[in-house]
């Protein structure tokens, strides 16, 4: 499969995670498995002695999702897995819950949660510029609802129930270090939850746009070798269709491990070989026969992440690093010196012209650091952003949404 064949694959992000909203039925994937849409799916697994919930769907999204799932109730709700600690798993856990019902997580679920709830005045306004035009966040959420988890494991962790076995398995590090996934031996399914990220055969993100804890490309490789050993004859993720066939599904993550683990090794590769981590991001380019979507993450972040998870965030390349002085501390100083922001502006201009964006932009942070309302640079500004939009081709999201709302924060400096 060619780079343009797997980018043809392509499900956009954004469509996925509202793929729910006018969703009215349950879609049916076998006899006793049943997916809700949602931000995240959720599925119903059915059983001769009650049910098993997978996740449970979005905040406030739980009536809609309950709604959907019920006509295909075949008793009381035993158990809710909850495949980690993101509220697009968790969040209508009040709707669902019943009594006697177990709730299944992983030890590091709480801790992870409690962390995000933390940082939640940071992290709120970085999600709402990455995804608020893509899920609407015109308010703030609702506070998560509490979890007290009746089962709490740590590296394994398996029941029988109704006649069907269900292994749980510790998989961390595809977006958080408490991702669990299930799997059901007898009916050779897998359910990873989103540990292959929000689109399946896709780079993963280690490092988000958003923020969130780094994803080690050890523990990732580690957990996708041990879902495709399983021998697995369809894998259902949080996202999107099941991925069905055993050679289909061992082929995707032959594909995918060998996709990472060379994009490590020429991250490792090149750092011995005394390479500067920019041009290791420029310069990538994974070979045809095992490439893989750039829909979330990208090869280009991965090298970044790998390189800083191997060695840490100082990259010896100046003493400023080491100090809490950052380089837009003398944006006033380049800017007189250059003979002011317009002066910046028009060579800014001449590099977009001359098909240099990012060197332009270079030129406008400091124009626009010394003198932010300058309108000359912000005009040049969105022309190099608009033109890293045109050239991106939008099938990353995360890269898309960045470029937008930076283009909508220009418009509104302009007035």
């Known amino acids: 499969m060619s780079t343009t064949e797997v980018q043809k694959t392509d499900t956009h992000v954004a469509a996925l995670v ?32 009650g049910d098993v919930l997978i996740n449970t769907g979005f905040l ?50 709480e801790a992870n949660k409690e962390d995000t709830l933390l940082l939640h005045p940071f992290f709120n306004p970085r999600v709402r510029k990455l995804w608020g035009a893509a899920i609407k966040m015109d308010e703030l959420p609702p506070i998560p ?19 069907r076995r269900f292994e749980l398995f510790w998989t961390p590090d595809g977006e958080s270090t408490d991702c669990i996934s299930v799997w059901m031996p007898e009916e050779k399914v897998v359910f990873v939850g989103n540990l292959f990220g929000p689109v399946f055969l896709s780079m993963p993100f280690l490092n988000t746009l958003r923020g969130d804890k780094p994803r080690m490309v050890r523990s990732y490789l580690a957990s996708l070798d041990k879902v495709r050993k399983l021998g697995a004859e369809i894998l259902i993720t949080g996202h999107g269709d099941p991925i069905v ?26 750092m011995n070989a005394g390479k500067d981590v920019h041009s290791l991001m420029r310069e ?4 045809e026969d095992i490439a893989i979507g750039e829909f979330h993450g990208k090869a280009s972040w991965a090298v970044r992440s790998i390189w800083q998870e191997y ?31 317009e002066a910046l502006a ?12 990012l060197e ?3 030129l406008l942070d400091i124009a626009l650091g010394a003198e932010p309302a300058n309108a000359k640079a912000l005009t040049v500004k969105k022309d190099a952003l608009e033109k890293l939009l045109a050239t991106s081709g939008q099938t990353n999201l995360s890269e898309t949404m960045w470029l937008r709302s930076e283009i909508a924060d220009v418009d509104k400096a302009l007035g």
Request: proline share 5%.
């Open 18 to 49: 509202k793929a729910g909203a006018n969703q009215a039925q349950a879609v049916k994937i076998t006899d006793f498995i049943f997916m809700a849409h949602d931000v995240s799916n959720l599925y119903l697994v059915t059983t001769e002695d």
């Open 60 to 109: 406030n999204a739980g009536p809609r999702n309950k709604a959907v799932l019920d006509p295909h109730r075949t008793g009381p709700l035993r158990r809710i897995i909850l495949t980690q600690h993101h509220t697009d798993h968790f969040g209508g856990l009040p709707d669902f819950r019943e009594d006697g019902t177990e709730v299944i997580i992983h030890a590091d679920f």
């Open 145 to 163: 609802p509490e979890v007290n988890a009746d089962i709490v494991f740590e590296k394994d962790y398996a029941f029988e129930q109704g006649g």
């Open 245 to 270: 066939g055993a050679d289909k599904v061992r082929a995707d993550l032959d594909r995918m491990y060998a996709a990472v683990a060379w994009v490590r090794d020429y991250t490792l590769a090149g």
């Open 284 to 287: 990538i380019k994974i070979p």
């Open 311 to 341: 060695s840490g965030w100082f990259h010896y390349d100046s003493t400023t690093s080491l100090y809490g002085v950052p380089r837009s501390s003398i944006d006033a100083d380049l800017t007189e010196l250059a003979g002011g922001a």
């Open 346 to 357: 028009t060579r800014a201009q001449q590099k977009v012209a001359a098909g240099k964006p």
């Open 360 to 362: 332009a932009i270079h």
